[in-house]
């Protein structure tokens, strides 16, 4: 079911057009992944979609409330990339002042305490926080409200490997607990770990990572067969351009993948299994910018 609408949405600095008619729907239950190079627009999108950012154009809608009514901020809350804890407080004092503002009891700050697990140092001063205790601050702060998408911007900067697996941790709990994610980092091997929906967004313009993209990239197909010396033996006749790797021959996708099958056929190779080998998010990712350039 749709829970976020973004229609059209429209945003300069000064001359220069940032955010190009970006429309998009978010379903319950999705983790949308955000990348795209330094200055594209992904923090000047989470922020525009927040209203933070003035827009020239276009609506934001949560649950079919605007994003100019207060009630929306009841359903998206946001993570920023910067920090802006105060220093001198502790965790429990952010917990308390947001609580406040949304007329939220005790009971609401002793269920996120305990929910994000930061019960041994929530009465500390944030100065005495790792940068992993902050970010999990962070995310108590905006589950307060229960919302039902939080948006993310570069969440795992600064994260050493052991943080960033308690932040994975966290989002699977809460995306099982049916909250929906759009998560703008750089990170890719994080990123495919936690969802397939990744989305590029290059001078304003958002590309979802569609299957026409995926089918031009020049992967290989992988034709595995029971006797690789046989197979080396019979290849050294074959015509067509390929690699031999064990008991494999991997094919180039640019060829016509039935014209090797036909050829190992012909010659009485055994075949077990023909697989694409689907390129990682990074591959895709520089295939990606390749296809714009041009
Ligand atoms: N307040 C501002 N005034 C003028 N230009 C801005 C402002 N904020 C951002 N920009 C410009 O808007 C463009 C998009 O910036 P944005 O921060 O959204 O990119 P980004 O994709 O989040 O980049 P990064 O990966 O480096 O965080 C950049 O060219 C940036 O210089």
Aim: one cysteine or more; a negative charge; glycine letters at 6%.
């Amino acid at each position: 079911m749709s829970l976020l609408q973004v229609n059209q949405l429209r945003k300069k600095y000064g001359n220069l057009l940032i955010l190009q008619d970006i429309s998009f729907d978010i379903n319950e239950g999705d983790i949308v992944g955000l990348v795209g190079p330094n200055g594209a627009g992904k923090s000047t999108l989470l922020r525009s979609i927040l209203a933070i950012e003035e827009v020239e154009s276009g609506s934001v809608k949560v649950k079919n409330i605007s994003n100019q009514n207060s009630d929306f901020y009841k359903f998206v809350s946001f993570i920023p990339s910067d920090n802006y804890l105060y220093m001198q407080l502790t965790g429990y004092d952010h917990l308390a002042f947001v609580a406040n503002i949304y007329q939220l009891g005790k009971s609401a700050i002793e269920e996120v305490i305990d929910q994000i697990g930061i019960s041994t140092y929530v009465d500390e001063p944030v100065k005495s926080y790792s940068y992993g205790m902050r970010q999990h601050l962070l995310i108590a702060l905006s589950i307060l409200t229960k919302p039902s998408i939080i948006l993310m911007d570069e969440p795992f900067n600064g994260l050493d490997p052991t943080s960033t697996i308690e932040l994975k941790e966290l989002i699977r709990k809460l995306h099982a607990q049916r909250i929906s994610f759009i998560i703008s980092t750089h990170n890719l091997d994080i990123l495919e770990d936690l969802t397939k929906t990744i989305w590029f967004i290059r001078d304003g313009m958002l590309f979802k990572d569609d299957i026409k993209l995926e089918m031009k990239h020049p992967y290989q197909i992988e034709v595995k067969v029971t006797d690789g010396t046989i197979l080396e033996n019979l290849l050294t006749d074959c015509q067509l351009p390929h690699q031999i790797s064990e008991n494999r021959v991997i094919t180039d996708h640019n060829y016509d993948v039935g014209k090797y099958l036909e050829w190992l056929l012909m010659n009485k190779v055994q075949i077990q299994s023909v697989n694409p080998i689907k390129p990682n998010l990074e591959e895709r990712y520089k295939h990606f910018y390749e296809v714009l350039k041009k």
